[in-house]
């Protein structure tokens, strides 16, 4: 059974940072394609980050591109999404998902974290 548990949110001001991790069990990722989400209040989630569990093909969204990076580290089992230069546009729940293979639908998600960024 794939769990995924995302640690890391906060209140932080505009213009800080935050690291977010997600841990994941239940299998072995290697071929697996891991995300990062957010859901702000009335909207819908949608992507912000995503990459290969080996660390390739990293994909940002045009407005995180600069600020946000996405890594892994194969020998934690663990997804970690860095969060720099904060704006408040950026608060909304942070989820981490999971779908195996390159392509496909996100199978695979956790609980989500609070990220909130005041000015």
């Known amino acids: 059974q794939v769990q995924l548990v995302e640690s890391g949110g906060g209140l932080v001001q505009a213009g800080g940072s935050l690291r977010l991790s997600c841990a994941a069990s239940g299998r072995t990722f290697s071929r697996w394609r891991m995300g990062w989400f957010r859901q702000a209040p009335g909207k819908e989630r949608a992507v912000v980050a995503a990459i290969s569990w080996d660390g390739s093909n990293p994909y940002y969204i045009n407005s995180v591109k600069g600020r946000f990076t996405i890594s892994t580290d194969n020998a934690k089992n663990t997804v970690y999404l860095q969060l720099n230069s904060l704006k408040r546009e950026d608060t909304a729940v942070y989820y981490c998902?999971?779908?195996?293979?390159?392509?496909?639908?996100?199978?695979?998600w956790g609980q989500g974290t609070q990220v909130t960024v005041s000015s």
């Open positions: 998902g999971a779908v195996e293979g390159a392509s496909g639908s996100w199978d695979y």
